[in-house]
Each structure stands twice: as structure tokens, then as C-alpha cells.
């Protein structure tokens, strides 16, 4: 299983960034998707998941950090076993190297595992 993150960039404070995720290989089912954070010196935090449950009618259920609560918008992308994350409002505190993770079942197993992305680089300017 291989993610393939995009859509870091520099932008100014309040402004909007867009990043995607796109997980590809041997998938029966992704159960977790989304992005976790990395600013300098501090460990890696979560930003915000989007989870499905084990029924074909189970709702997405999203789940964020308090601290980008309002402010960012995780989806299931209308392409197969993609996510994307929607910043608005960004703060320089917004700052880090964004991770995309992913907890997947592989064909032919039963139990989730955990994948990483290479992370991508966001950085916001006062």
C-alpha cells in the first residue's frame, strides 16, 4: 500500500490550502484516512480522519483536533481511496510537515494497518 500526498505550498495568514491524498496497492478496505501534523521539534499530532464504518450504508465520520475545528474540512474524494483536506483561515502555528495516514485492511487479511504518507510541507506567513 502506497499514499501519495500532494498540495503543500507557502501562503499568507488566512488564506487557504488544499492537500489530497491518494492510497494505492492492494486495498480491500480503507477504515481511517486523513492527516497528521509535524511542526519542528514537536511529535507528530493528529489533524483530522474521516472513518466508515463496517456497513455499506454506515455514514463517514469525521473527526478533528480541536485546534483546526471550523477551520478544515476532511472528505472522501469522489475517486476510489482518496481524502483530501480543506484548509481555510491558515495561522502561522498552522505551520508543519503534513503526514497522510491511512488505516487500511490489505486483500486477503481481516485486520486494519496502519500506512504513512511522505509528508508535505506547509508553510504559513504572518
Known amino acids: 500500500v502506497q499514499l501519495q500526498a500532494s498540495g503543500g505550498g507557502l501562503v499568507q495568514a488566512g488564506g487557504s490550502l488544499r492537500l489530497s491524498c491518494a492510497a494505492s496497492?492492494?486495498?480491500?478496505?480503507?477504515?481511517?484516512f486523513g492527516w497528521y501534523r509535524q511542526a519542528p521539534g514537536m511529535p507528530r499530532d493528529l489533524v483530522a480522519t474521516?472513518?466508515?464504518?463496517?456497513?455499506?450504508?454506515?455514514?463517514?465520520?469525521?473527526n478533528y483536533a480541536d485546534s483546526i475545528k471550523g477551520r478544515f474540512t476532511v472528505s472522501r474524494g469522489d475517486a476510489k481511496n482518496t481524502v483530501h483536506l480543506q484548509m481555510t483561515g491558515l495561522r502561522p502555528e498552522d505551520t508543519a510537515v503534513y503526514y497522510c495516514?491511512?488505516?487500511?485492511?490489505?486483500?486477503?487479511?481481516?485486520?486494519?494497518?496502519?500506512?504513512w504518507g511522505q509528508g508535505t510541507l506547509v508553510t504559513v506567513s504572518s
Open positions: 496497492g492492494r486495498i480491500l478496505k480503507i477504515k481511517e
Open positions: 495516514f491511512a488505516n487500511v485492511v490489505p486483500l486477503g487479511r481481516s485486520t486494519a494497518q496502519p500506512y
Open positions: 474521516i472513518s466508515r464504518g463496517d456497513w455499506p450504508n454506515d455514514a463517514d465520520s469525521p
